[in-house]
């Protein structure tokens, strides 16, 4: 989910528009998420309260991933907490720039998410930062909690959802995730590299292992960009 | 979903949120190369999934309308269209695309 609009500007204050497209971008993530998981079939309830207590797409998407190739319940639960390091990264930066007190501090670090950190982190004082984390915040939950009721009442209802393109949603939606990532040259880099070793690895070994082993696309990344940097320096 | 999930990645998802602000963001100050790895994990895992997503099913390699559909939410990623939009735009492409 991009934070483009918001993150253009130096030094960002949430307006309602920006509230309201934080929520805009949680809904149809949370929509699309349910629809998806009743579709794998989860029941409306499980799935609901699923999306309820680990609130994140990825994680989710990237277990069903796992599964739907046939993969092993372990395989497909290491998968879903391995794309979620993003949260744990997303708090590395955070949480510094926050007021003292370590109760505030927990609070808001363990609502990191991609958008609400990239422009908390912009503000200058930590009591700015604080104030819009947690108004981007709550633009999330809103958002987030109307969508996967929605896409709970609609994912009962809907039918057919290949006919409808649903799944290609979820791999669109994943890309949207990361797009930030992927605009810088060393993320870019990672991802390309991790993506050709899940093709390459897939027809091959155990379900959920291409996943777990696109790790080595952070390996190829560094090492192709130490490269770089040296060859620069030897010109 | 199972129950054991469910629960397994709560505690995954959260947890990894605590250990990032108050275990491992001190011990990465201390070490920026390891800083940079982390930070490039998800681009690599995530497009792993993305891949298994749209080329296959199940563990046999296929090329059909979801590679479309996912190639039109790349372009709209790339030039900064909302969240709703991306999304949309990868259905509806591949929705067309199996109706002819």
Redesign the interface.
Known sequence: MSAEPVAASPAPRLSLADFATMAITFFSLGVTLQVVLIDNGTSAIRAFVASSVIFSATSQFAYLAVKEAGGGEWAAIIAGIIVATRFGILAVSLTPRLPTGTLRRVAASLNAFDPNVAIAVQQPTPEGVEREFWRTTAGMYVGWFIGIAVGTFLGDVLGDTQRLGLDAVFPAALLAIIGNLLRTRDGRTAGIAGGLLCVVLLPFVPAGLPIILSLGGVAIAILLSNESTSSEEAS | ??????I???I???G???????L??PL?ERRPAL??????????????????????N????VLD??LA??AV??L???R?A???V??L????????L??V
């Open positions: 979903m199972t129950v054991l999930a469910i397994a990645l709560t995954g998802v959260w990894q949120r605590l250990a990032g602000g108050f491992v963001g990465l800083a940079r790895a982390a930070s490039l994990i998800p681009a690599a895992v995530v497009m792993a999934v993305i891949v298994q997503l749209t080329v296959a199940g563990k046999t390699l309308e979801r559909g996912v939410a790349g709209l990623v790339w900064r909302p969240f709703i991306v999304v735009g990868a259905a509806a492409t591949t929705a067309l199996r109706a």
